[in-house]
């Protein structure tokens, strides 16, 4: 019998560490005290004694008896640091801000996402991440910590590698034809694919996402939404590495509406005698189609390609990848195609300097089709809202398609004719110079240098030949349409910062940071709008009719950072920091905004009076406060005109909307405080965190009198408060040289309410009351969805969900590595348009049954059209399993001798997204929104692109 105590190097005891007998599998687990006991049947003996974080140890036994043993930290497992300062960082366990980490393994270890943002679902406490569209190449919103603004940004902002990257979502101009803009909300409905889909996830080595002002605010007057920070691959010194993978797979619909079951009475009632006689002779000749599944039932390739290579010596290291990827959508004639260049550099010359480069190219192509809301019957939605099983809608042997017997188009012909491309050529680089100025036993100066760049090119070109039904002039068309828009946009940023540290004989450490920073933003975009196109052409410039839209966007903001952070032996760790920002996008450019931050953290561990049990590996509190801003929209300081011409006389008008110099940019305050717990040598960990979130200044955009020459400006006007619940667990059960299961579980909730409204409460982001809208009103949630009725208007839902809830499960057995991810979103109503329309042209699936009725009297088709709007708001729920994957490593001796004996590993699997989809949301998916990513008002449905689940096989090879 050998028994004894495993010990960390600090001394404390060391629970549920492993002791193997090497060589066999006889072994133990030490208890909750650190001890073990372990027969073996002859001795000498070896033993192996490991546990999670801490390197392997090895120890000969002779004897039998006490064996106690230390083990020592793994070196790979070192304390993980977070942003704390514009050039610092600091020990997670030493962080008074709950900031969210994902590793590369988070990212793209279970299963590849389609675009970066993807990767963000369900993996941490506080994100709400919505697919609006479910069109190849992204379309995603990601918001933090409940709404941010009502009409400003609410997206977060995006650094990679010290880089401000563009996350804009441009418009392809589709409203030239669809009109979708023409009534209802007169807003962009195009869901056109947002910028950061253009970021490798295969290039990450990890992100972090500070959340709220608390921890946001060292990035001032562009981080009241929230900050991603996205840190890139880089080399590391020793033998070049080679890493190649290949995914191939498809994707499918999540779900589909199914058809109407028809019968004789029904066409009958429906649609008259001539509509009969066609579905007789369709049934009888079998050829009755299901339109939704020909549209929507294609089973897109996908292929994701990606090689890397890192290496380098103590002065020098690189890190260069390229990859390609390849997918084509659910609908025919769309797809996404992206290829991504990188090469990172690190070198340093001598010991007190040190240079970093990040250089990216991106190429990606899109085709979108389609889709969405339009006011013309013209996008494949809407046409196939209207489209019977009996309808001949198929081309002809010459190719010719027939009109659309019921409607304004035909949707196989939009389908295959139109053509909605967005290509982007995109140059990503960043670079810093780091100089140690002063270095003693108690004290550094350090200068720090940083520089970026990002600039693109992005062209749009939406085509609408002259043959589409609803482009001949006969049925009200253009004769054919040529859309082209060309973006070009430049950002760079520049920062020089100091950084001092001071340790005193006591254990005292202060750093000192300061410095100066900037920005500069140029976007310009040139839509060109064609109609009567000649012959075959597209040009624009072969057409009757030409019009021309630019939108300039230039911008550019400077100012400084100072922050002092004090560690008291990690028992208390205070920092204080204030942010300076002035820019041109402010009525007085050269006013500074200042943005203080504050906190503390205390490690209860640290106080041996606290901790005398070994009871806990950490017990922090922690509190902190922070203020950050959000510009005021576009165009919304100045008055901006229109120019006219009558009978060859030139002119100016006022586009309706009335500057404001003295607008201010909308301030946030955040106060966060909570705990982080961890025990048993970090196998179980728990964090909490509490926040109340304050916009003030609040940006409304409020009407005018028609007296006054203008329509509406936009002014500060309110107050709008969230209220939120962050709760995390993660926690490794078991633990063995063969077997290991690690679990994580992230839970939270926001309240939202408008405390302050200095304007009368308005209507906005829906199609009006009728139907359902949401309404901004003092004292009540900024995203409740009202209702029209007889007394008035009533309350009938809200976007925010209850809680949203992510399950994650990671289980390695010898060469196999099995995971999952579920995530749960209760609550969060969505105003669903689609049965509407499809009811109103009596094609709704559930058109026939009698469920909605109270009486239970009339057929839900029959009944929606003439229901009060909480028909039409439906409950969001889901319950998804988002990512699944299961991989098998190929063990060492089948690749002895394989290239020489040059391949280090070898891994298969097969992973998949959104494979199980659990609701009761009456259409495609529960995750729409049809006004895009710019608008905390999601979860409106009109006809989407249906989302996809994916299934991927998947190779890599490290050699």
């Known amino acids: 019998m050998i028994t004894g105590t495993v010990m960390t190097a600090e001394g404390t005891t060391m629970p549920f560490a492993n002791v193997i007998e090497k060589g066999t599998s006889n072994g133990v687990t030490s208890d909750i005290d650190g001890k073990y006991s372990i027969e073996v049947a002859n001795l000498p003996v070896v033993l192996e004694f490991s546990s999670l974080g801490f390197t392997t140890f090895e120890k000969s036994v002779a004897r039998a008896g006490a064996t106690n043993v230390v083990l020592e930290a793994d070196a790979q497992a070192l304390e993980e640091v977070v942003i704390t300062g514009l050039a610092t960082s600091i020990e997670r366990t030493n962080s008074a801000n709950a900031v969210a980490s994902l590793t590369a393994e988070d990212i793209v270890g279970t299963t590849p996402p389609s675009t970066l943002d993807g990767a963000l679902y369900g993996k941490f406490a506080g994100a709400i991440v919505n697919q609006n569209s479910g069109a190849p190449g992204g379309g995603l919103s990601v918001k933090l910590r409940g709404a941010t603004s009502l009409q400003g940004n609410t997206q977060p902002l995006y650094i990679i590698d010290g880089v401000y990257v563009d996350n804009s979502s441009i418009s392809a101009g589709l409203n030239a034809v669809s009109g979708a803009a023409n009534g209802g909300s007169a807003s962009n409905q195009d869901n056109p694919t947002n910028r950061i889909a253009d970021i490798n996830p295969e290039d990450i080595a990890n992100i972090e996402i500070l959340k709220g002002a608390s921890a946001a605010a060292i990035y001032g007057s562009r981080a009241a939404a929230g900050v991603v920070i996205i840190t890139t691959k880089r080399g590391k010194a020793g033998e070049t590495k080679f890493r190649f993978s290949q995914a191939t797979g498809w994707n499918e619909a999540i779900n589909l509406q199914g058809t109407r079951d028809y019968t004789e009475e029904r066409v009958l009632n429906t649609y008259g005698e001539a509509a009969l006689a066609d579905f007789i002779a369709a049934r009888n000749n079998g050829t009755l189609v299901d339109y939704e599944d020909e549209i929507f039932g294609e089973k897109g390739f996908i292929s994701n390609t990606n090689f890397s290579m890192s290496g380098g010596d103590a002065k020098s290291k690189f890190f260069a990848g390229v990859s390609h990827n390849n997918e084509n959508g659910i609908v025919s004639n769309t797809g996404y195609e992206k290829t991504s260049l990188r090469l990172n550099l690190d070198h340093k010359p001598a010991d007190w300097v040190k240079f970093n480069l990040s250089s990216n190219y991106i190429y990606s192509s899109s085709d979108r089709g389609f889709f969405n809301n339009d006011n013309t019957g013209t996008t494949i939605g809407i046409a196939l809202t209207a489209t019977r099983p009996w309808d001949q809608l198929f081309p002809n042997a010459d ?71 609803f482009q001949k002039p006969a049925n009200g068309g253009l004769n054919g349409v040529s859309v082209q828009g060309d973006t070009q946009n430049k950002n760079y940023n520049l920062s020089a910062f100091a950084v001092h540290n001071f340790t005193t004989a006591n254990d005292i450490n202060f750093r000192t940071q300061a410095g100066v920073t900037n920005e500069f933003f140029d976007r310009n975009t040139v839509l060109i709008t064609a109609s009567g196109l000649v012959a075959s052409e597209t040009n624009v410039d072969q057409a009757a009719n030409t019009g021309v839209n630019q939108t300039r966007f230039i911008q550019e903001d400077s100012g400084f950072f100072a922050q002092e952070e004090v560690n008291i032996m990690d028992m208390f760790i205070a920092t204080f920091g204030v942010r300076g920002d002035k820019s041109s996008n402010n009525g007085d450019a050269n006013k500074l905004n200042y943005y203080p931050k504050a906190s503390l953290a205390t490690n209860l561990n640290e106080f041996g009076f606290w901790n005398e049990d070994g009871m806990w590996d950490q017990f922090k509190l922690r509190a902190a ?66 926040y109340i979130k304050t916009v003030d200044d609040l940006i409304l955009q409020s009407a005018l009198p028609p007296s006054s020459g203008y329509t509406s400006e936009f002014v500060n006007a309110g107050e709008l408060q969230n209220k939120g619940i962050e709760l995390s667990l993660s926690a490794t059960p078991f633990s063995n040289d063969d077997f290991q299961w690690d679990f994580s579980v992230n839970w939270f909730k926001n309240k939202s309410e408008i405390t302050r409204l200095d304007v009368e409460p308005f209507n906005i982001g829906a199609f009006g009351a009728g139907l359902g809208t949401f309404r901004i009103e003092e004292g009540k949630s900024a995203t409740q969805i009202v209702g029209a009725y007889p007394e008035g208007l009533r309350v009938i839902g809200d976007g925010e969900p209850d809680f949203q809830m992510g399950f994650n499960n990671v289980f390695k057995y010898k060469q196999f590595d099995f995971s999952f991810l579920w995530q749960w979103k209760k609550g969060g109503d969505n105003i669903n348009l689609t049965n509407l329309l499809t009811d109103l042209n009596g094609t709704s699936a559930d058109f026939d049954d009698i469920t909605l009725d109270p009486d239970g009297v009339i057929p839900n088709g029959q009944f929606r059209p003439n229901a009060p709007a909480d028909v039409f708001v439906q409950d969001a729920s889901y319950l998804r399993l988002r990512e699944i994957g299961l991989y098998y490593t190929l063990p060492d001796r089948y690749l002895d001798g394989v290239i020489g004996g040059a391949v280090d590993s070898v891994k298969l699997g097969f992973s998949g997204n959104n494979l199980i989809n659990i609701f009761d949301y009456n259409s495609y998916d529960p995750e729409v929104s049809n006004f895009g990513a710019g608008t905390i008002f999601t979860g409106v449905e009109v006809t989407p692109f249906p989302s996809s689940k994916r299934y991927m096989f998947h190779v890599a090879v490290n050699f």
């Open 399 to 469: 190719g010719i398609y027939p009109d659309h017997p019921n409607n304004a188009s035909n949707p196989l012909q939009t389908r295959d004719l139109v053509r909605n491309n967005e290509t982007v050529n995109r140059f990503i680089v960043g670079g810093s110079m780091n100089l140690d100025v002063y270095k003693a036993d108690n004290s550094s100066l350090e200068i720090i240098l940083r520089g970026g760049l990002d600039s693109y090119a992005q062209k749009t070109r939406v085509i609408f030949p002259k043959e589409l039904q």
């Open 625 to 690: 406060y922070g203020e950050a801003g959000n510009f005021p929209p576009s165009g919304a300081l100045f008055t901006s005109y229109n120019a006219f011409s009558t009978d060859g006389v030139l002119g100016i008008s006022l586009i309706g909307i009335r500057g404001d110099g003295d607008l201010k940019s909308e301030r946030q305050k955040e106060l966060e405080f909570g705990s982080d717990l961890e025990f048993f040598n970090g196998r179980l960990n728990f964090s909490g965190t509490y």
